[in-house]
């Protein structure tokens, strides 16, 4: 290992954000107690602008801009992310250092009456951030209603318990971090709400250059989750996907064997295209790109090209 003795991570000042980054610094520890590791806490322009969807303003690489700036300029070795806020067509200078074990990747329905989607009566209120649940959502229950959730954690479920919703959806892994899987009526099975590629995962950035964080961060990679969260992003990236869509993907890996499914829906639930295949984990991205090649055959890029079409006409009236 080389002679750094000083790490600075760069890290969002939310409640889960700062839980993500002290887990990579006790890891990082518990590897290398000689280090020292510090946190630099920034607030993202994706945690200031909070009366609008994610995918009216810009999307999730919203919140590492700033993160990402503290690399360049070196007030930070690394960045520590939730892996489904980063860009899957992640640019130089910057690279992803490790992917580490993934925790439960799955939805979770909150609810103070109800136990499950299921259950609630028609003109329910269900708030979620995601374009992606959204559909899904709309297609199993059209008889309910959908309305944008922003804010961290604490905002979401302050809101939820001040009535403004019958139940919201969250992932099941910020809940659990953060001691709150006893606000968790159910979780929602992968059939019903299938994940957004990354969930459940954290991704570790760092400048390409630095080739001796590089050795060091090696060490906390999940070869499983590298492998499964590595055909998701690799559906996002070919459909060019990002928050403004609904794309999702999850993969599970057995006996070397990466299964991935995934699939592309109008908002509205009208049109859900789906496709699922296998391979081994060494090919785990080019099984990305023929699932997302299946979904094209099944005009994918016509679902997309409208809602990229939509998105920047919002963009241009605002």
Not at 116 to 128: F, H, K
Not at 238 to 262: F, M
Not at 273 to 281: D, V
Not at 291 to 298: N, P
Request: glycine fraction near 8%; hydrophobic fraction near 40%; aromatic fraction near 2%.
């Amino acid at each position: 290992m080389t002679e750094l003795k000083k790490l600075t991570i760069a890290t969002r000042a939310s409640r889960l954000a700062l839980w993500q980054a002290h887990h990579v610094r006790d890891l990082l520890l518990a590897q290398y107690p000689q280090l020292q590791v510090e946190l630099l806490e920034l607030t993202t322009k994706g945690d200031q602008i909070l009366d609008r969807t994610l995918s009216k303003i810009g999307g999730k690489g919203l919140f590492i801009k700033e993160l990402e700036t503290a690399l360049v300029d070196g007030r930070a070795d690394l960045a520590v992310h939730s892996l489904k806020d980063v860009p899957v067509d992640l640019q130089s200078p910057f690279t992803l250092a490790a992917i580490l074990e993934r925790a439960d990747p799955t939805d979770a329905f909150v609810s103070p009456t109800y136990h499950q989607l299921s259950q609630l009566p028609a003109g329910a209120v269900v708030g979620t951030s995601s374009l992606r649940r959204e559909s899904q959502i709309r297609a199993a229950y059209p008889h309910l209603v959908v309305k944008p959730l922003r804010g961290n954690l604490d905002t979401r479920l302050s809101k939820l318990d001040n009535g403004d919703y019958d139940a919201i959806v969250l992932a099941t892994a910020g809940l659990q971090r953060l001691g709150l899987g006893d606000r968790i009526a159910s979780r929602l099975e992968v059939s019903e709400s299938l994940p957004a590629a990354g969930q459940g995962a954290l991704g570790i950035e760092v400048l390409e250059s630095r080739t001796e964080l590089l050795e060091i961060l090696a060490g906390l990679a999940d070869p499983a989750t590298t492998a499964c969260v590595t055909a998701e992003r690799a559906v996002s990236r070919t459909l060019g996907g990002s928050c403004q869509v609904p794309i999702a993907a999850y993969a599970t890996l057995t006996d070397n064997a990466v299964t991935l499914n995934a699939l592309v829906a109008t908002p509205d639930g009208s049109r859900v295209l789906r496709s699922t295949r296998t391979s081994g984990a060494e090919g785990a991205d080019q099984l990305g790109v023929e699932v997302a090649q299946a979904l094209q055959e099944q005009g994918a890029d016509q679902i997309l090209a409208a809602l990229h079409e939509a998105s920047q006409n919002d963009a241009d009236k605002a």
